[in-house]
């Protein structure tokens, strides 16, 4: 599988936005993980072109997805963004329509971008 472009990681500041991009056009299901420190890679958000939509519960209710008009950018917009959230975020997706956030089911990564909110 082709590896992921992904962007827009960065520094911000408590209750900021920040929104990542995820250049991933050749896939219908794209997701969002983050490591954060002292924690397990978890799930934040994986959504289809249908509009198959699963939420990690850390983040339901303050990030959102949304795709570009020809399909080939995934955005992951993050609003109130609180310091338990600095970590890095990982790009993730897989042929076919999401089904979960369980991370065996991703087969095309990218590289992580930082993400730091300051208190």
């Known amino acids: 599988q082709v590896q992921l472009v992904e962007s827009g990681g960065g520094s911000v500041q408590a209750g900021g936005s920040l929104r990542l991009s995820c250049a991933a056009s050749?896939?219908?299901?794209v997701a969002w993980f983050r490591q954060i420190e002292g924690k397990e890679r978890e799930g934040v958000l994986a959504n289809d072109w249908n509009w198959n939509t699963y939420y990690g519960d850390s983040v339901k209710g303050r990030f959102f997805a949304s795709l570009d008009n020809n399909k080939e950018i995934h955005y992951l917009q993050m609003n109130s963004l609180k310091p338990e959230d600095t970590g890095t975020y990982y790009c993730a997706a897989h042929d076919g329509l999401c089904r979960s956030l369980q991370e065996s089911v991703y087969t095309s990564w990218g590289q992580g971008t930082q993400v730091t909110v300051s208190s």
């Open positions: 050749r896939y219908t299901c």
